[in-house]
Each structure stands twice: as structure tokens, then as C-alpha cells.
């Protein structure tokens, strides 16, 4: 697929970036753009050599959810509600799936405004580094929408039901460090230094032991709807899998020699 509305590339050895390229929209996005983003996750899922997504926006925007004066949402607006629901499962619903399901890592650099949809799809991440600039909420209510593209499911997970109702009843728009104390992100740095330091953490997990890490994002993300005894039921079958891996064979050598190990997530 070529593409229009994004960015696609390798940025450093096993590390990916796509980037949301509509900065005259604010990045938001469109079926495109969603389509694209679901093409490059798949890229990324399929190359063994890449371990860590970074995901962000052009310019001065993360991403500003849909973009309701594309000619696809007018087109939508004045159809019925059918059709709407068929776009929204082929364009965002798609790109949110696609997300959710990735097995290896993300890392949503929030360089700017990530709201309704935008706040969304960084979510969906599994890591959050913001800009001090950034500014995170839900905006849909606004417009009379709706927090359609998977909000309404993430937003209370991350922080609880009053706050992500009130969140999405007054429309509330948070600065990057009240994000930060609410747990929308997990990092805030300087503008300048967002870039820098969001790769120098995606390099530090590059290193790590990617079949370890695959196995334990997916442990982590079953034990949010597992019982308990399912979740121990899902770390013997990973147990067993990893611990005859050449990764902890390198990882027990490398401790004993003292020295950095060398994984090669096999």
C-alpha cells in the first residue's frame, strides 16, 4: 500500500515509527489514514527483526480524533446509520483492533493535542510519553458524538468511571502533567526532548527479551478480564514456552558472566 495520510520507517535497530501525517487537519483522522495505520501495524507485527511501535503525530498534534469535515464524514452524515457503522468498523474500529491485538510493543510519543479519537488511539498504546504541550481529554461530546472509536471502554479502565464520565460530560481537556497525575500518561519531558527520549526508551526496551516481553503484555492484558486461577493457568503455558527459549539461556549466561545479554527473541 503506498501512502499518504502517514509515515512509515525504521528509525533505529529493531525500533519502528508511524506517524499520523495530516497536520493540516491535526492529524486527524479519516478512512485513510485508519486504513493506512492498520497496513503499517501489520508491517511492523510481521517483521521479526522490529520489537518496539513508536506512534505519533506531524507537527504540533498528536492526533484531534475524527475529522468531521472529510468528504467520507459527510458522506457518512447524510447515510444512514448502517453505513456509518460499516465505516467506523472499516476505518478507526479496524486501526483500534489492530492496536489492541499487537503482541509486541507501543509507545505513544504524545507530542501534542490527543483528544476524542486521539486520546483514544493513545491509549491504546502501551506506553505514554508526553510532550509538556501535550493536552489530553474528550472533546466528542462537543459535537454531540460519541466515544465511539473505544473510549467508552478504555476511558473508565484508566481512570475509573466518575472521572471518565465527568471527562466526557464537560468535554474536560487536561494539561500534560494533570494527565499525568489522572494516569493518561506514564511520562511527561520537555517538548524538546520528547523525540530524544522517547527513543532512547524505545531503544532500552529493544533490548530487553522480546519473547519475554510478548508473553507478559499478553498475560497482563488477559488478566484484566481472567479470574485468577485462569491467570496462573496462562503463566505455566507461557512458562513453558519461554523458559526453553535461546533468550533465557543467553539471559542466565550473560547474569553469570556478568555482562549485557544479547537477545535474539528466540
Given at each position: ?126 506506553l ?33 468511571l466518575?472521572q ?50 510478548r ?25 513453558m ?26
Open positions: 500500500m503506498t501512502y499518504e495520510s502517514i509515515r512509515y520507517e525504521v528509525v533505529a535497530d529493531h525500533v519502528a515509527k508511524l506517524t499520523l501525517d495530516r497536520p493540516h487537519r491535526k492529524n486527524a483522522y479519516d478512512v485513510r489514514l485508519a486504513q493506512e495505520c492498520v497496513d503499517a501495524i501489520g508491517r511492523y507485527a510481521a517483521d521479526d527483526d522490529l520489537r518496539v511501535l513508536i506512534v505519533t503525530g506531524a507537527e504540533d498534534a498528536f492526533c484531534s480524533g475524527g475529522d468531521i469535515r472529510s468528504d467520507a464524514d459527510e458522506h457518512i452524515a447524510a447515510t444512514r446509520t448502517l453505513s456509518h457503522a460499516t465505516v467506523m468498523r472499516e476505518g478507526f474500529h479496524a486501526l483500534a483492533t489492530a492496536l489492541h491485538a499487537l503482541e509486541k510493543p507501543t509507545i505513544a510519543m504524545v507530542n501534542g493535542p490527543a483528544v476524542a479519537g486521539g486520546l483514544t488511539l493513545a491509549l491504546l498504546c502501551d505514554r510519553i508526553a510532550s509538556d504541550r501535550a493536552r489530553l481529554g474528550d472533546t466528542s461530546g462537543t459535537a454531540g458524538l460519541l466515544p465511539d472509536e473505544g473510549g467508552a471502554w478504555l476511558f473508565p479502565r484508566f481512570l475509573g466518575e471518565a464520565l465527568r471527562m466526557t460530560y464537560f468535554g474536560e481537556v487536561y494539561s500534560a502533567q494533570e494527565a499525568l497525575r489522572l494516569g493518561l500518561v506514564g511520562e511527561v519531558v520537555p517538548h524538546d526532548r520528547l523525540e530524544q527520549e522517547t527513543l532512547q526508551r524505545a531503544q532500552a526496551l529493544a533490548r530487553r527479551a522480546p519473547l519475554a516481553i508473553m507478559a503484555k499478553k498475560m497482563m492484558i488477559r488478566g484484566l478480564t481472567n479470574s485468577f486461577p485462569e491467570s496462573l493457568g496462562d503463566a505455566q503455558m507461557a512458562v514456552i519461554v523458559n526453553d527459549s535461546q533468550d533465557v539461556a543467553e539471559g542466565v549466561k550473560a547474569f553469570l558472566d556478568k555482562r549485557p545479554p544479547e537477545f535474539v527473541g528466540r
